[in-house]
C-alpha cells in the first residue's frame, strides 16, 4: 500500500497483485514434484510450515474456532500426503489447498448451523495489522489505527476478498477461482475496500485541520 498526497488530499494506491506475481509459484510447483515423485517428507514439512498459518486464518475466518480451524487445515495436508502420489495431476496446489480449506470450513459450518445456509458472507475476520509499508511511515499511529477499524468494518465478502489480497498475496485469478467469483468481482470488493479506506484517512485529516 502507497499513499501520496495530491491536490490536497491522500490517495491511497495499491498495486495490483494479479501483475505483479506472473505464472506459477514456483517454490510450492517444486515441492509438490518432490512430494509426488519422490514422496519427500521433507518436501511436505515445507509444504506445510509455509501454507499452514495462512490456511489456518482463513479457516477460522470461517469457524470462529481456532482449535477447529487447526483440525480443518490438518485434515487437508493428511489428505494431500494419501493423494501424495497423484499430486502432479493438480495444476495450482496452493490454489487446490485454499479451495479444499474453504469446501472443508463451510461443511463444518454447515453442520454447526445445521438447516441453516451458510456462504462467503460468513466470513469474520479480525485484521491486526494494515500492512503498510516503510514509504509510508509517515502516517500516525492513530490514521493507521483509524484504517485498521475501516477494514475491520468492511462487509464479510469484501473483508475476504482484501485479506486474500493484501494479507495471503494472492493473485485475482487465484482468488476468483478460491471463492468461485469472477475476477471482475474480486476487482469490485478491492475498489470498494480502497475507496472506504481513502475516504476515512481524509476525513479523518480534513477533522484535524478544522480543530
Known amino acids: 500500500m502507497s499513499i501520496f498526497w495530491r491536490n490536497g488530499r491522500f490517495t491511497i494506491f495499491i498495486p495490483a ?16 514434484r518432490r512430494i509426488a ?9 515445507e509444504l506445510f510450515s509455509i501454507l499452514y498459518p495462512p490456511l489456518k486464518k482463513f479457516a477460522a475466518g470461517f469457524l470462529r474456532s481456532s ?23 493438480i495444476e495450482d496446489l496452493k490454489v487446490y489447498m485454499y ?20 456462504s462467503l458472507d ?16 509517515m502516517l500516525t499511529s492513530e490514521l493507521l ?5 475501516v477494514i475491520n468494518e468492511l462487509p464479510p465478502r469484501c473483508k475476504l476478498v482484501y485479506k486474500l489480497a493484501k494479507e495471503d498475496k494472492l493473485r485475482y485469478k487465484d482468488i476468483s477461482a478460491i471463492l ?3 475476477v471482475k468481482t474480486v ?25
Open 17 to 32: 497483485i494479479a501483475m505483479q506475481t506472473p505464472g506459477k509459484n514456483t517454490e510450492i510447483f517444486e515441492l509438490q
Open 37 to 45: 515423485v519422490y514422496e519427500d517428507e521433507s518436501a511436505f514439512k
Open 67 to 89: 482449535e477447529t480451524a487447526e483440525e480443518t487445515v490438518a485434515d487437508v495436508f493428511m489428505e494431500i500426503w494419501r493423494r501424495r502420489t497423484e499430486l502432479m495431476e
Open 99 to 118: 479451495i479444499s480449506v474453504r469446501n472443508a470450513s463451510l461443511r463444518k459450518l454447515q453442520q454447526q448451523k445445521k438447516d441453516a445456509t451458510v
Open 122 to 137: 460468513d466470513f469474520t475476520y479480525e485484521f491486526t495489522s494494515t500492512y503498510i509499508g516503510p514509504e509510508d511511515a
Open 145 to 149: 489505527q483509524k484504517i485498521q477499524a
Open 180 to 182: 468461485n467469483i469472477s
Open 187 to 211: 476487482d469490485n470488493q478491492l475498489a470498494m475496500a480502497l475507496k472506504r479506506i481513502a475516504s476515512a484517512i481524509n476525513f479523518r485529516l480534513k477533522k484535524d485541520s478544522v480543530i
